[in-house]
């Protein structure tokens, strides 16, 4: 039986005995795949679903024979146009590909970056690809920030994507990330486990937040591969997916993602930085000058990816090559400000 439209007008929904037991916004994406779980959470958190007449939240689990009533904002329908945008493609199949996003490219289109997204370069490189994140986010699973490069999970498909999320959702995925930090850890390895919420006074920007009701726990494990003088090369695997949580995790142990404009304070490494004071240094006439710069976004890399593919089963992992600014940055390090 096909349902309406709950953006048209709300929608009552009995659960029936084979759902018993799932989230709420599990059992509405099941049954309304256009809408993202995204989507649907927001409408939860604004009353947009009930449960019984009553509120819910997302992560009640409904039991045979409740009534959820289904309200959704409508979703806009005007996807992201196609561009011919050089893709470096880690892996394809039938149903995903990994791609080794650079840094610079917004992930989906969004207020001020309508062009020029991996979401546009999606559209030109393949034929299909899944809708269940709604028409701007054509296969995207999961995002990185602008600044941040790596290997990023596409879907081609419906079934793939709700499969590939739910590995998300359920932290089942592996994640490793590899960066520069501004600043030397204390230890070689440690967690981080703080809570992150919204900042009090920036919107731009998440902070560390105790005691704040909307915080959410979140935990990053690292690990110190190579100490520099006033530098640090850091592998990073996050037990947690919270916005921005790799670059306020450390920068809450005072050693900030090298670049990271929000959390580091500065923008760019030059050469001219690091040699200050060595002999035989290569001379530059000017720190404005572009070949003076190493480095000009944040020093994060999505490096490494394991999941299980979503249709077969099978454990994947992915590597994504470190960009050309971050090796480079490494070399200049290792030259200049290389530990005796």
């Not at 799932?22 to 256009?34: G, H």
């Not at 520069?180 to 902070?207: F, N, S």
């Not at 006033?230 to 919270?242: D, F, M, W």
Request: charged share 25%; glycine share 8%; net charge positive.
């Amino acid at each position: 039986m096909t349902l309406p439209d709950p953006a048209l007008a709300p929608v009552d929904v009995t659960v029936s005995a084979e759902h018993a037991g799932v989230r709420l916004d599990w059992f509405i994406a099941q049954t309304f795949p256009s809408y993202s779980r995204t989507h649907i959470r927001k409408s939860i958190n604004v009353q947009g679903v009930r449960v019984n007449g009553k509120r819910a939240k997302a992560a009640m689990r409904v039991t045979a024979g409740d009534v959820v009533t289904v309200s959704l904002p409508e979703l806009a329908r005007e996807g992201p146009l196609p561009a011919a945008i050089p893709l470096e493609i880690l892996y394809e199949d039938d149903a995903i590909a990994v791609i080794n996003k650079p840094p610079g490219m917004v992930v989906h289109p969004g207020r001020g970056h309508w062009e020029g997204t991996l979401a546009s370069a999606l559209r030109y490189h393949f034929d299909e690809l899944s809708e269940f994140g709604g028409p701007t986010r054509p296969g995207i699973v999961h995002r990185l920030d602008r600044d941040t490069s790596g290997a990023i999970l596409i879907a081609k498909n419906d079934r793939a994507h709700q499969r590939a999320s739910d590995q998300f959702e359920n932290r089942t995925v592996t994640k490793e990330y590899f960066a520069i930090t501004a600043g030397v850890p204390d230890h070689d390895r440690d967690l981080i486990d703080l809570p992150i919420g919204p900042h009090p006074y920036q919107r731009e920007k998440m902070a560390i937040r105790r005691d704040h009701p909307g915080a959410r726990p979140a935990q990053s494990f690292y690990e110190v591969e190579r100490r520099f003088a006033g530098y640090a090369a850091v592998r990073i695997l996050p037990k947690t997916g919270r916005t921005h949580q790799i670059r306020l995790h450390l920068a809450s142990i005072g050693c900030p993602v090298l670049c990271d404009r929000l959390y580091g304070g500065r923008a760019r490494l030059t050469l001219s930085e690091l040699t200050q004071g060595k002999q035989n240094a290569v001379s530059h006439t000017s720190a404005e000058d572009d070949g003076d710069i190493l480095i000009a976004r944040q020093a994060l890399h999505a490096f490494r990816l394991t999941i299980r593919h979503p249709l077969d089963d099978r454990e994947l992992t992915f590597e994504a090559p470190l960009p050309q600014d971050m090796r480079r940055t490494l070399d200049a390090l290792g030259q200049f400000r290389a530990l005796r």
